[in-house]
């Protein structure tokens, strides 16, 4: 039942080449910093992963978009990444981008165990009907659109066949986790985190505070240990902000 890992190289020891991964935060809020810089220094590469955003230039998910270690990810946000924009319009990555509330549904649905939902948002436009650029070429031409999705009518308002979303791996930061892989985030870092660690068939959470079990109180877990896979203890990660701002 101890899942804590000594590192986080070790902990990510078998991701590989096009491994797919679903990474929680928002914005720089709540991001797996310490997992995301492991995966820098092991060297994989054409990863497909899928986030809210691609973390910023320098920081977050933006350390292995500048590597060009990402082949495709998918998300709600692009945000101020100047690496993002140069590499989609320029045919280097793939990008689905998913409306904030159905990307949230389909990880939660992938960790519940349910294929596929209808939903209203997205009707009418390119994200149902299809044609979405999802790769430029060189020249700045399409070279992969979205297809077409499902549209049904329920009770005369139509709705759009969205499906679920499992990734290979989860990364997920929480602010205290147990030795039995039971997590609490910290207020806003609850965002994307608990939806990625249940959408992942490995999920592997980086924890501030390591406690032990028992000392958690079950009614404030957000994630239940079942769902993790790996724990390791990062005390005193970086922790960024996108833009600072102070009044005069």
């Not at 990474?23 to 709540?30: N, Q, Y």
């Not at 989860?170 to 910290?186: K, Q, T």
């Not at 959470?205 to 109180?217: K, N």
Request: hydrophobic share 40%; charged share 25%; proline share 4%.
């Amino acid at each position: 039942m101890d899942k804590v890992v000594d590192n986080a190289e070790r902990a990510l020891a078998d991701v590989r080449d096009g491994a797919s991964l679903c990474v929680g935060g928002f914005g720089l809020c709540g991001i797996p910093t310490l997992l995301i810089n492991a995966l820098l220094a092991s060297g994989v590469g054409e990863l497909e992963t899928v986030s809210n955003n691609c973390g910023v230039d320098g920081w977050g998910l933006g350390v292995l978009l500048a590597a060009h270690r990402i082949r495709r990810t998918t998300g709600s946000y692009v945000g101020e990444n100047k690496e993002f924009e140069r590499q989609f319009l320029s045919g280097e990555l793939e990008v689905e981008l998913v409306p904030q509330g159905t990307l949230a549904e389909r990880l939660r649905a992938g960790g519940a165990g349910i294929p596929a939902f209808y939903t209203p948002a997205g009707v009418g436009t390119q994200v149902a009907e299809g044609g979405l650029p999802l790769r430029y070429d060189a020249n700045g031409g399409v070279a992969l659109a979205s297809s077409a999705k499902e549209v049904r009518d329920f009770d005369g308002r139509a709705y759009v066949l969205e499906r679920a979303i499992r990734t290979d791996f989860a990364l997920v930061h929480a602010r205290y986790g147990d030795r039995h892989g039971n997590l609490i985030y910290e207020e806003s870092a609850q965002n994307f985190n608990p939806l990625c660690a249940g959408a992942g068939r490995v999920t592997v959470a980086e924890v501030e505070e390591l406690v032990e079990p028992g000392d958690l109180d079950p009614r404030e877990v957000h994630t239940p240990g079942i769902y993790v896979q790996r724990v390791v203890h990062a005390p005193g990660v970086e922790k960024r902000i996108e833009k600072r701002t102070v009044s005069a």
